[in-house]
């Protein structure tokens, strides 16, 4: 492996998870980072594996030691990457998966600027507020959180333009035939072989998904965002 690390960041609901575990299950040698959080476990998460929960003095003692490749204060609480994945992954000569907020993405794009970033959207608005409603029926969420995560993901969506692909999280399987097509076409790149008609298939459909090939397809997708903060203000 050349020791790839991917970033993929999405707003709350987008299906991420989902298209995660898709593309941990059919792509080998890409290891997965668990961040730490000081949050409580929400619903069916088990430490270890939505996170790693710990409480805030000890998250603080984890900063000052310097373990974090990124961290962050989300609606007052901490959330962080430990370092400790990456270097594992090179010892094990893995390429690395990164699944964070776009504001650690932003720190890690300053630190690890060959990272491949990916940004995950659903298909618009109501679209998103349908999939958090169905999920809070079962993590019992109440409906101002779900309010605070729509308002959050159009913040969030604004930074679309930093990474380096964009995925619509429209069709679950296409989806995650998109994001094993990106990652393994960035393996493919950086491994200098020479390519396979089936390669050359997988590099075409990993390039529908790059920022400049699909800003015409985002422009709805932002409209339907932007066209509901407008209704919320004239309220």
Do not use: W
């Not at 974090?68 to 090179?90: I, K, P, S």
């Amino acid at each position: 492996m050349s020791g790839l690390v991917f970033i993929i960041s999405a707003p709350s609901g987008s299906g991420k998870s989902t298209l995660v575990n898709g593309l941990r299950s059919s792509v080998l040698a890409l290891d997965f980072s668990v961040s730490y959080t000081t949050r409580p476990p929400r619903g069916s998460e088990l430490p270890g594996r939505e996170y790693y929960y710990v409480d805030r003095a000890e998250f603080e003692r984890m900063i000052a030691r310097n373990e974090f490749l990124e961290c962050a204060d989300v609606f007052g609480n901490y959330y962080g990457t430990a370092r400790r994945f990456l270097d594992e992954a090179h010892l094990r000569g893995h390429d690395l998966l990164l699944d964070i907020d776009v504001q650690g993405a932003s720190q890690l794009q300053k630190s690890l600027p060959d990272a491949v970033s990916i940004f995950i959207l659903p298909p618009d608005r109501d679209e998103l507020e349908r999939r958090l409603r169905r999920r809070s029926e079962a993590e019992n969420v109440e409906n101002a959180i779900i309010e605070r995560r729509l308002r959050t993901a159009a913040k969030e969506i604004e930074n679309y333009s930093k990474y380096n692909y964009i995925l619509v999280n429209d069709r679950l399987e296409e989806s995650i035939d998109a994001l094993k097509a990106i990652v393994l076409s960035e393996r493919l790149k950086h491994s200098g072989a020479p390519l396979s008609e089936r390669d050359k298939d997988l590099l075409a459909n990993a390039e529908k998904c790059l920022l400049p090939n699909v800003k015409e397809r985002l422009q709805p997708i932002l409209a339907s965002f932007a066209a509901s903060a407008s209704q919320a203000v004239t309220e």
